[in-house]
């Protein structure tokens, strides 16, 4: 497998608006994408910054990882999302390389992503996010120059 790029890195923040706030007067960051994900209990915002995004992650549920992450270690960096070209082709190669896994299949991340969770012993405490950003994908089949 192959790194593509460094797709977002997540933030776990306690108040949503109040981290946009803050992000658009530092930095003259602006909103590019809203969602909330049920399964994983938060709502986010994504920043665009270049071809990648700061990921502000508020919790919706107090059992959700991003509560618990926020309990233990206030807000802060929560993991860091690499895009590939293939999230199960992805995994299969860690696995066989003996990597432990969070998720053992791919599932729907945001913005139509197929998303998995690599356990944090595997990258120096990090928790990382495999991405397969459709879009790029696509992107990528289209020849870069005119013939
Ligand atoms: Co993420």
């Known amino acids: 497998m192959r790194l593509q790029r ?3 890195v997540g933030y ?3 108040d949503l608006e ?9 930095f003259g960051a602006t909103v590019s994408h809203r969602e909330e994900l049920q399964r994983d209990g938060v709502r986010e915002a994504l920043l665009a910054v270049g071809d990648s995004y700061l990921q502000l992650l508020e919790p919706t549920r107090d059992d959700s990882p991003v509560a618990r992450f926020l309990a233990r ?8 999302g690499y895009g590939v070209a ?4 992805s995994l299969d190669d860690l696995r066989s390389l003996g990597v432990r896994l969070v998720d053992e299949v791919p599932r729907h991340g945001s913005r139509g992503c197929m998303v998995a969770f690599l356990h944090p012993k595997n990258a120096m405490g990090v928790l990382v996010e495999l991405v397969e ?3 790029l994908v ?3 089949s289209e020849p ?3 013939a």
């Open 86 to 89: 293939d999230v199960a082709a």
């Open 144 to 146: 870069l120059h005119e």
């Open 12 to 14: 776990a923040v306690t």
């Open 73 to 80: 270690n206030g807000p802060g960096v929560h993991h860091v």
């Open 133 to 135: 950003d459709p879009s």
């Open 6 to 8: 460094i797709d977002h």
């Open 18 to 26: 109040e981290a946009v706030r803050h992000h658009q007067r530092l």
């Open 138 to 140: 696509a992107d990528l």
